[in-house]
């Protein structure tokens, strides 16, 4: 591309999405001249919301694409693009026909058994910010999750695990939770050799930093987002265990995959083997973006 590629982000306001759409639009400005802004939508009712958006959009430089995750902004990316004459991009699987959009990165376990269409990139889990990191130092993180529709968080054999791992290895290991985990989990890690840093004290930069630092990463089975971030920080990657709730989910078959495939190291595996394996990083924001300009650069305007 000859010029600067324009991107306007849509945001639902959830901060797992901008940050999806934030990792495509920092992977396409490593690649070529690049400029992109984001604009909040409104939750007003569908029509209220377009209107909103496009009065918002036109005070800008006009978009050569759109980026959106979230259903919330679909209809605004379709109704923007045709307005603006943009091409439309939508990361996981969109509320409408994915037809009406110009590309659709897609996880994988999103679409089993169906027939994919030229539009459609299927993704290893979903896009992230976090990006290789070469400078790697002694530190491991452990980032736990919480109860889920398919897993739930048994406090006795996590602790149990927790402190296996911590043992396993002379590394300087800090510890984090999340919004769903149960209160007063983590603070009853207190008495292990690590540095305990609770969500609420930690703001949107820190866990990529600390990815970036980390040499080993251990996640809760559950933390899917966290388990594709650390694989494409090139830490090694642990798996901790969680009590499935249904005998097959889509998520739990995704990270299943991974394990065959390499990528992760189960606790049980730990316990036999003492060893985590090393995998090449994620860096599927790199990969869609690549693709991206290969097949929407010459038709940008």
């Known amino acids: 591309m000859n010029r ?9 306001g959830k901060p797992g999405h901008h940050n999806q ?10 690649l070529t001249p690049t400029q992109f802004r984001s604009i909040a939508l409104p939750d007003y009712p569908r029509g209220i919301k377009v209107f909103k958006a496009l009065q918002k959009a036109i005070q ?16 605004c990316a379709i109704v923007l693009s045709r307005w603006l004459r943009a091409r439309s991009i939508i990361l996981m699987k969109p509320s409408l026909p994915t037809a009406l959009f110009d590309a659709c990165l897609i996880p994988s376990h999103d679409l089993i058994n169906r027939t994919l269409q030229a539009n459609v990139i299927p ?10 990191s070469r400078e790697k130092e002694a530190m491991g993180l452990i980032m736990v999750g919480g109860d889920s529709k398919e897993f739930s968080l048994e406090e006795e054999d996590l602790r149990r ?42 703001g949107p ?35 901790l265990p969680m009590k499935p709730r249904k005998p097959h989910s889509k998520i ?13 190291t189960t606790f049980k595996d730990l316990q036999q083997t003492g060893r985590l394996l090393q995998s090449p990083p994620l860096a599927e924001a790199d990969r869609c973006a690549e693709i991206l300009l290969h097949q929407l650069s010459s038709t940008a305007s």
């Open 4 to 12: 600067t590629l324009q991107l306007l982000i849509l945001s639902d």
């Open 21 to 30: 759409s934030l990792g495509l639009a920092e992977a396409l400005a490593r």
């Open 60 to 75: 800008g430089p006009r978009p050569d694409w759109i980026i959106a995750t979230g259903h919330g902004t679909h209809l």
């Open 123 to 132: 993704t290893t889990g979903a896009l992230n910010r976090i990006t290789h």
């Open 161 to 202: 695990a927790i402190s296996a791992v911590i043992q396993s290895q002379k590394l300087d290991w800090h510890i984090t939770d999340s919004r769903r985990t149960a209160d007063g989990f983590l603070s009853s890690l207190h008495d292990l050799p690590a540095t305990l840093h609770p969500h609420q004290n930690t």
């Open 205 to 239: 930069e820190w866990l990529p930093r600390q990815l970036t630092r980390a040499s080993v990463a251990w996640v809760t089975r559950d933390s899917v987002s966290m388990i594709y971030e650390a694989l494409s920080s090139g830490a090694r990657v642990g798996l």
């Open 252 to 264: 739990s078959e995704a990270v299943d995959q991974l394990c065959a495939q390499g990528y992760l």
